[in-house]
């Protein structure tokens, strides 16, 4: 049934297949795709057109250690729907299955708007206190719907019920781009960044404008001054949403994707396939906000034109907490600041921040995916999220096995000059042995 799936969405599974590293195997029989948007672009030597680096091969153990081996575990659903890790050398393991999981912070989200309403019916004279103790918590819980899209995402891209795809993130903007299409964006946004502060080096990377805006100047150090210009930008632009989950972004995917056909002709599957999901999902998008819209009117003693109030204080504290997960998944793991303040090993140096940071994601296992993002970038596939991983063996033992593995080198030696970010590593690493 899944390589069916990949048979149809073939997009999906020529990006994965993309990759650094091992592909899925229910794709492998999805041949490889010429389109620009669902390959790596390079040349014939197998080098970037933008750096001339190799494309470079991921060093995963070989052969593989039993206290590494949980890590590199394939995610597969079975019969029932239900997410099973299968373990090299142990029995199957079903865990719990993040769908239902990301369906849960669905309702959540639509039972904590039906509560403000009924707080602000109950208690008109106190909207701040009933805004607040709304807000701060559905900022909270859109944070969580993003680390857990994107464990969804790496791990178990197919919902087991077709409907579960409209609830991935409709209350991120008031339209955004359907499951499939925020799936095919994440990918080739790894297939052409593999190295965490070279943006774009093997094909056009949808997040390039944010890279841009945090190192369009050179290193910080000698030119922080030009990035006051353009940092304080950043939360700006998610805000009104420009990131995976926003309009805007949507409309930058949409300017690019799908590639165009033969002669320049209108791509086979746009009407069929693109168009209808765009329209289905931003239908549903659209009823929902429509309905927060109407609980903003007569439940409060006000007119339907005024139903813009409720939504409107409801959409921005959405936006706060999505903007806030982006600015930590997108900004924060790709910029230089980041990273060599990672050299530093702040786990142990700052363990204040690394507590109170981990509180705020949502947890430390959520907290691994800032400190080892690079882990992440090497093994897409094969890892996948770490935020996962310690979901079901715990934050420390997948921290422990990161450090590990980046102890050993992300990326088998290929005669290339080290990048800066394979020298921070390295430095890291270091850091990290030394302070066991």
Request: a neutral charge; proline letters at 6%; aromatic letters at 16%.
């Amino acid at each position: 049934e899944l390589k069916k799936k990949y048979e149809h969405d073939h997009e999906i599974a020529a990006l994965k297949n993309a990759l650094p590293g091992e592909g899925d195997p229910n794709a492998a029989g999805v041949a490889q795709s010429n389109d620009k948007m669902l390959s790596v672009q390079k040349n014939a030597e197998n080098r970037s057109l933008k750096t001339n680096r190799l494309f470079p091969t991921p060093n995963k153990p070989d052969p593989m250690p039993q206290n590494l081996a949980f890590l590199f575990t394939k995610i597969t659903p079975d019969r029932k729907g239900i997410i099973v890790l299968v373990h090299s050398f142990h029995a199957e393991e079903q865990m719990i299955y993040m769908w239902n999981v990301l369906t849960a912070i669905f309702f959540s989200q639509v039972l904590m708007v039906i509560g403000y309403c009924a707080a602000l019916a109950c208690f008109p004279d106190y909207w701040w206190t009933c805004t607040l103790c709304f807000g701060i918590p559905f900022s909270y819980i859109a944070i969580q719907n993003i680390y857990i899209d994107h464990d969804v995402m790496h791990g178990a891209t197919f919902p087991v019920y077709e409907w579960q795809r409209f609830l991935t993130h409709p209350f991120a903007d008031f339209f955004s781009l359907p499951w499939e299409e925020f799936v095919l964006e994440h990918n080739r946004h790894h297939a052409s960044t593999v190295d965490l502060l070279i943006q774009g080096e093997f094909g056009w990377d949808p997040e390039e404008f944010h890279y841009a805006l945090q190192q369009w100047a050179g290193p910080w150090g000698s030119n922080w001054y030009k990035y006051l210009l353009t940092v304080p930008f950043i939360p700006v632009i998610h805000f009104f949403g420009l990131n995976d989950t926003g309009s805007l972004f949507a409309l930058e995917w949409w300017m690019h994707f799908p590639d165009e056909g033969a002669g320049g002709k209108c791509n086979k599957e746009f009407w069929s396939k693109w168009v209808p999901r765009r329209v289905k999902h931003n239908a549903f998008v659209l009823c929902l906000w429509a309905l927060v819209w109407l609980l903003g009117t007569y439940p409060l003693g006000r007119p339907l034109s005024e139903g813009w109030r409720f939504m409107f204080t409801v959409s921005f504290f959405a936006r706060v907490g999505y903007s806030a997960a982006w600015m930590f998944i997108t900004n924060f793991t790709h910029s230089l600041p980041w990273n060599e303040f990672l050299a530093q090993d702040p786990g142990r140096t700052w363990p204040v921040l690394h507590n109170v940071m981990a509180m705020v994601l949502g947890g430390k296992h959520r907290w691994n995916e800032m400190l080892f993002h690079d882990v992440h970038h090497a093994f897409p596939n094969a890892v996948g999220t770490l935020s996962q991983r310690g979901r079901f063996h715990g934050w420390e033992k997948v921290h422990d096995a990161a450090a590990e593995v980046l102890h050993r080198g992300l990326w088998k030696p290929n005669g290339d000059e080290e990048t800066q970010m394979q020298k921070t590593q390295k430095k890291r690493s270091m850091m990290m042995k030394q302070g066991k």
